[in-house]
């Protein structure tokens, strides 16, 4: 979290907090139910911004390291196969991820609209 506030600024990562919170909640409550809690959603969110931020951003420092990136994906993977002693939020992990992802997707799309709008 600490490198996204310095990078994008905090009411970035705010956003970023927020929103994958609430996607991951979201998605965890209508694939299982009410019965869970924890913010496990907004870590795979955060994994997810700083994997595609990093990925459109190659001239700056990783966010994270791309092992870092394979674990997650290998640990979603198991997750979802059952394959671990332990019962753990999948649809929150996914919903996070995917909203982190698309989280960095849409800062970029306006940061470049932006940019191109003053015609830098």
Do not use: R
Request: aromatic share 14%; no cysteine; charged share 10%.
């Amino acid at each position: 979290g600490d490198g996204i506030e310095k990078l994008a600024g905090k009411s970035t990562f705010i956003g970023l907090f927020l929103v994958t919170a609430l996607f991951s909640n979201w998605a965890e409550f209508l694939m299982v139910g009410p019965n869970f809690g924890g913010l496990s959603g907004v870590v795979y969110g955060l994994l997810g911004y700083s994997w595609i931020y990093s990925a459109l951003n190659p001239q700056q420092p990783a966010l994270v390291s791309n092992a870092i990136i394979g674990f997650m994906l290998i640990w979603l993977i198991l997750g979802f196969a059952e394959m671990l002693p332990v019962g753990m939020a999948n649809w929150a992990h996914l919903g996070g991820l995917l909203s982190g992802m698309a989280y960095a997707l849409t800062a970029q799309f306006f940061k470049t609209k932006k940019t191109n709008g003053k015609g830098i």
